[in-house]
């Protein structure tokens, strides 16, 4: 401060003078332009107290602070993101196999372990940009791909899923991959439809797709797949994500297809890493591979839930009991097996043929607990134990828990997007949109229904409808959502459903049976079909006004008693048909979704079942 005002004394003479200099300067020019300025009141310049001009001493200094205050900022900020840059460039240097070699390779690798490579391709060869970016790498998202590609031959569509593997199909993980005879099954992951014929549960080869860091230089487009990434963070307004290795892909437009997570019981999470370690959320590829090698090389197993996935698991591995000495333990709250949907005399008839194995293992078949409500779990003595709340105590190996799944919507924060506080999932339009340029399919999308009301669903050929359409829609489609989608579930070859609408055993239910035949099997239908996977076929039928059979009416469901070979299982909801399944009765499905599509009240139901002939042989 004294240093300042010293200086100041010697710079406050020569200041005045240079002010006395201006203002006789300024009355010169008055006079030679005849004009004059406004008057002015003269600033006096002082070194002197405070009150004089000390307020000026004041000013200067603020100024001068601030000006190497300033200076110093910038500094430091400048060097900080100097540093920062060449950590980030230090850390992307040291990654493991970020580097092409520069030797050929001698030993040619195989279809898998070639693709393997081209997907963990280095961090700076990943595509920048994706005109078409699909995040998930199930139904949905490969049905939106080949919907896009169909409208846009020459479309670059970059998928994204967290797992290891190509798009596959989920269903014969519960299904057809359990009956198959071949040791290798694991490793092929091929199997036999009822129909008898062969294939894989992936879409397409590996042949199909292009590679990640080909996708913006392939001259007619493609779809790569960018496998074992997360997208961990959504930045809507500057059309970009972010994985989880901080990798940024932009796109112009974008669907999520993430699916669900399986849930586990709270039970089982505080249990220990004993539990935990010896409990399988059945789910993906590796999940079945790891159930696979449980079944081989444990005693016992226990499936929590009676679902449709739990009860699948059950018939499954009871068949495989048979050649072992594995035994199998399905247990559920409910009073039946897929009690939540059956109506509780079905459930009960079901429950039945697990037990005794007639349809799911011929000798040994699967011992259910029913009313099992789960209290405590641990591991003593090299078992797992499960205590009931009624005091019954099970044990065990293994567990698998078959409880529902969780919609998958970790990105919904990060993006802004709405999720469903009654189904879960995200928001969207009747076309499918969260965002102008945002869709969502599959098992994360809660839809509105224009019958049924909103609601979300999980089954394979809603993945593969809604992913379809999104992809139509992000071609400029603009269709709405109507398509009432099918769900199915086989317990073996000779015993499976097919179901449509809301079927919820705490509605109404009016169910017409008849005495199946030997055609009246999935696998029976799939012969005659040509197809395995049943929404692929049926998905594209149309009910042409069917005409009912002349045979006389069928009896009462009460008359039957356990007769339920073959039928019908209407479900209502103010007298109107919002659900229908059709028990071990096939290729009728778009009879059910007019039935369900046009909403009329219908007098009697046994009528009705006539469309759909079950009396027929």
């Known amino acids: 401060m004294w240093t300042c005002k010293n200086l100041w004394k010697k710079l406050a003479p020569l200041a005045r003078s240079s002010s006395t200099l201006c203002r006789q300067n300024a009355r010169g020019v008055l006079f030679n332009n005849e004009r004059r300025l406004p008057l002015v009141p003269q600033a006096h310049m002082s070194s002197g107290t ?12 603020l100024v001068g602070a601030t000006c190497v205050g300033g200076g110093f900022y910038a500094y430091r900020t400048i060097k900080g993101d100097k540093e920062r840059y060449q950590e980030r ?39 920048s940009h994706a005109p078409y970016l699909l995040i998930g790498g199930g139904t949905a998202s490969f049905a939106a791909a080949r919907s896009i590609r169909a409208r846009d031959p020459g479309a670059r569509v970059l998928i994204i899923t967290d797992e290891p593997d190509l798009p596959y199909m989920r269903p014969p993980l519960s299904k057809e991959l359990w009956f198959s005879d071949d040791p290798s099954v694991v490793d092929t992951l091929r199997f036999k439809q009822w129909n008898g014929k ?20 392939v001259e007619n487009g493609g779809v790569a797949v960018l496998t074992g990434k997360k997208v961990v963070h959504m930045d809507v307004r500057g059309n970009k994500v972010t994985l989880s290795d901080d990798t940024e892909i932009s796109y112009d437009k974008c669907l999520i297809a993430t699916g669900g997570i399986p849930r586990n019981l709270q039970v089982i999470e505080r249990a220990g ?29 226990t499936i929590i839930g009676g679902g449709f996935l739990g009860s699948e698991l059950a018939c499954a591995l009871g068949r495989r009991s048979a050649d072992s000495d594995l035994e199998v333990i399905q247990m559920f709250p409910e009073k039946g097996n897929m009690g939540k949907v059956l109506p509780e005399y079905l459930s009960n008839w079901t429950t039945a043929k697990v037990k005794s194995g007639s349809h799911c293992q011929p000798r040994l078949g699967v011992a259910v607990i029913t009313e099992a409500l789960v209290k405590a779990v641990s591991f003593k003595d090299g078992k797992v134990e499960i205590k009931l709340k009624d005091g019954r105590v099970v ?60 609601r979300r669903v999980e089954h394979h050929d809603h993945a593969v409808v809604s992913g379809r359409l999104a992809g139509e829609n992000m071609t400029g489609a603009n269709k709405p959502y109507w398509h009432q989608s099918m769900f199915w579930s086989d317990l073996g070859p000779d015993v499976g459903y097919e179901a449509i609408g809301i079927v919820d055993s705490s509605l109404p239910t009016v169910g017409v049976f008849a005495k199946a035949t030997a055609k009246d099997t999935p696998k029976a239908a799939t012969e005659k079909s040509g197809t395995g996977i049943r929404s692929e076929s049926e998905t594209e039928g149309t009910a042409n006004s069917p005409v009912a059979s002349s045979t006389p009416e069928p009896p009462p469901v009460p008359e039957q008693k356990d007769n339920y070979g073959k039928g019908v299982i209407f479900y209502l909801r103010d007298k109107v048909v919002v659900g229908i399944i059709l028990w071990n009765v096939f290729n009728r499905m778009p009879v059910a979704r007019k039935i369900i599509k046009d909403g009329e009240e219908h007098a009697d139901l046994n009528e009705v079942a006539k469309l759909f002939n079950i009396h027929d042989d």
């Open 50 to 61: 405070p009150g004089g001009g000390g307020d000026n001493n004041l000013y200067y200094l």
């Open 395 to 454: 044990k065990t190996d293994h567990i698998v828990a078959a409880v529902g799944l969780e919609p998958s919507v970790e990105l919904a924060k990060s993006a802004g997007l709405e999720v469903d506080s009654d189904f879960g999932g995200f928001r969207v339009n009747a076309e499918l949109q969260a965002r102008s340029n945002i869709w969502v399919a599959g098992d994360a999308a809660c839809f509105y229904d224009i019958r049924l009301g909103r």
């Open 273 to 301: 890493e004993e539990v935990t370690k010896r409990t399988t959320l059945f789910r993906k590829v590796e999940d079945f591979k790891a159930l696979d090698k449980v079944s081989r090389d444990t005693k016992s197993i």
């Open 89 to 127: 460039i230090n850390e992307i240097a040291s990654r493991p196999n970020k580097v092409v070699p520069e030797q050929p390779i001698t030993e040619a690798p195989g279809e898998n372990t070639h693709w393997q490579s081209k997907v963990t391709s280095a961090f700076f060869e990943f595509p």
């Open 198 to 217: 062969e294939r894989s549960i992936y879409f397409q080869p590996p042949s199909f797709y292009v590679s990640p860091q080909d996708l913006e230089k």
